[in-house]
């Protein structure tokens, strides 16, 4: 049975790090598309990053530098190092596996397996 399941969400005051982290079963992380996805409340979502499976990583112009998506193979577990944290990037955080070969690394949304979420919440 195929699982993500998030954890390390919270509440942080703006310039403040997270991490979040993504433990998948099912399937090996490592072989596969991954990636983060946010959604807050009366906007779209957003892809937030992504990794394939030889490393590549792509980010969206909004978190470029100061967030870093990584995984460990030997955990099975994807991390999205969050730092300096502002409030916009306050919204639900989703992890996310699994590439269809039509859609755009980017578009997080679409990929096949997707977790519960965890809520980011940055205070000014």
């Known amino acids: 049975q195929v699982q993500v399941v998030e954890s390390g969400g919270g509440s942080v005051q703006g310039g403040g790090s997270l991490r979040l982290s993504c433990a998948a079963s099912?399937?090996?992380?490592?072989?596969?598309?991954m990636g983060w996805f946010r959604q807050a409340p009366g906007k779209e979502r957003e892809g937030v990053a992504a990794?394939?499976?030889?490393?590549?990583?792509t980010y969206a112009d909004s978190v470029e530098g100061r967030f870093t998506i990584a995984k460990d193979n030997a955990k099975n577990t994807l991390y999205l190092q969050m730092n300096g944290l502002k409030p916009e990037d306050t919204a639900m955080y989703y992890c996310?596996?699994?590439?269809?070969?039509?859609?755009?690394?980017?578009?997080?949304?679409?990929?096949?397996?997707r977790g519960q979420g965890t809520q980011v919440t940055v205070s000014s």
């Open positions: 996310a596996a699994v590439k269809p070969g039509w859609v755009p690394v980017l578009a997080l949304s679409w990929y096949t397996y």
């Open positions: 099912g399937f090996i992380v490592n072989r596969n598309y």
């Open positions: 990794i394939d499976s030889d490393g590549k990583t």
